[in-house]
């Protein structure tokens, strides 16, 4: 294990004020609240052998936003472990709509919970530096640098990650401000991207599967609880301090809207290999119907065309690589009046090396058609350790 020496001290040296802590009481509560709604009374649990977040029984939050931290120069693992435990206990009280850190104001409280989920983890830069080079995982490995790509250093990568969504955007900006002032001193943030997706209670199916902004149904072929493979695919299972965790990969990949729009249905359909309307595989049946990449139209041609997305995706064409995609929407306005749309891309996996980057790169090799409609802007991985039961903090194997 690793050698940690301190404690709390490293981090009351850097001058932080804490209202809550597990042996004070919590903050007062607000006199002015409402009842909550079915939306804003939901809780997902924050104890578990996963984190929360990755493959929450709720489907999806409507809001996300994710935002990577760097160590302030000299903070050392002793005061990363303070700022995990203080994380720990935030997110333990803002999960069941309890105020957390040195915020007096009443907003999570109000809104309660609403489904929120706090999922933390940590990037290749911690290794080598916070801890010793020998402790990165080798699916840590910071990620190849793929053709055609030129990604904004600024909005890329992080000693660590946070994941916070919640079916209320307040909810959600409140708890992450909270994060960032117990970071105070020893993280500083780094980037910050906001998305949103399908609103709770919009639709009489909850589960079925939501738009991106280009109109596709998009997740239709992630992998699914249900299958034997699910966990096997999404979690790490060998031994070590990421067991029960997942390494999320972050894009932000922004929609050419513009051009995109130019293109008839069926063209667009084209591109991905899907029905817009129905997702239903370009082979024929419904949503649901297992795609046929060999079957032909009366003319000889593929159905699903060589360069659409979802086959240079298949699984069936990248030796079983497969990811959960559980991305959110980005709109954010521009000076001057445009706006600037796409995805932020969060794929969750047990090893990325059989996951997204095998996957992407079959994606920039075979000239994948919707990659005309796309920029990769910027990009971040994380390991997101297993989860936690009550006393232990997250990322705590990391520190024994
Ligand atoms: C499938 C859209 C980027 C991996 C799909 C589908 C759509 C879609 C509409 C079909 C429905 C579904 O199964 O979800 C998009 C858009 C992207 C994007 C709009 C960018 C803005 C990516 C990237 C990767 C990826 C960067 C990984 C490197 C996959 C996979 C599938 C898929 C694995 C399932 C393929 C299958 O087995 O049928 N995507 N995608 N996508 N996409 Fe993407």
Redesign the pocket.
Known sequence: GLAVAGGAGAVAGAGLQLAASPDQPTPTAPTNTVALGSVGSQTVPFHGARQAGIATPIQRQAHARIAAFDLVPGADAAALRTLLQRWTTAAEALTTGRPAGNRTDTMTADSGPAALTVTVGFGPSLFGTVFPASARPAALAPLPAFGGESLDAARSDGDLGVLVCADDPVVVFSALRTLEQLAAGVATPRWQFAGFTRGRGVTTNEGA?VR?L?G???????PKPSEATFGKTVFVSADGWMRGGSYL?V?R?R?LLDEWEELPVTAQEQV???KKAS?A?LSGGVETTP?NFGRRGPDGELLIPADS???L????F?RG???L?R?YSFADPQPGGGVEA??I?L?WQADPRTG?VP??QN?IAGKDR?SRF?R?EAGALFAMPGGVTRGEYLGQRLFE
Do not use: E, S
């Open positions: 599967t991106n280009m596709q149904l998009d997740g239709t072929k992630n990969v894009r990949i929609m991905i290999g899907r997702g595989p795609a997305h979802v086959r995706a298949a699984a069936a990248n690589a497969a990811m995609r991305g796409g995805l891309f794929a997204f996957v992407h994606l919707l796309t990769h």
